[in-house]
């Protein structure tokens, strides 16, 4: 079951308007939509026992991650719809706003999925303990 919920997407700023929707009722099963694909592929990722924690923090990790997978899975939908509506009419409209705007939200879903995949967690006396990633690239000896 999805950890984020329409109304979670219509607070980030998404309307029917930017998605050529003529009704809330036809924008609400669009997000849920996006959002029961999103949680698949979350779910997916970081594994069903994650997933579904009602632990702290693992569980808001999860649900921040959720919403930062729709977003941006919002936003792509978003600027296919922008180069829709300017195909063939001779202009060029740049999508780099939309573009930057989905990488925020990418960036900001791996992190939690980092967290959540760690299992980063911190105590009362705010101690904190993960995993850490290294790059793969070798330093040269001298």
Request: glycine residues 4%; hydrophobic residues 40%.
């Amino acid at each position: 079951m999805a950890k984020v919920i329409n109304q979670d997407i219509k607070d980030l700023g998404f309307t029917k308007e930017l998605f050529n929707k003529a009704d809330d009722n036809s924008f609400s099963t669009f997000i849920d939509n996006i959002i029961a694909e999103q949680s698949l592929i979350l779910s997916g990722r970081v594994g069903s026992s994650k997933y579904n924690s009602t632990d702290s923090p693992t569980k808001d990790y999860v649900k921040m991650a959720e919403k930062c997978l729709v977003a941006a899975e919002m936003v792509s939908r978003r600027i296919n719809i922008i180069l829709q509506n300017i195909q063939g009419s001779g202009q060029e409209i740049g999508t780099s706003v939309e573009k930057a705007q989905k990488k925020d939200y990418v960036d900001q879903a791996e992190s939690w999925i980092a967290k959540i995949a760690a299992s980063v967690t911190a105590d009362s006396s705010s101690f904190a303990s993960g995993v850490l990633t290294t790059s793969h690239f070798e330093v040269p000896s001298a």
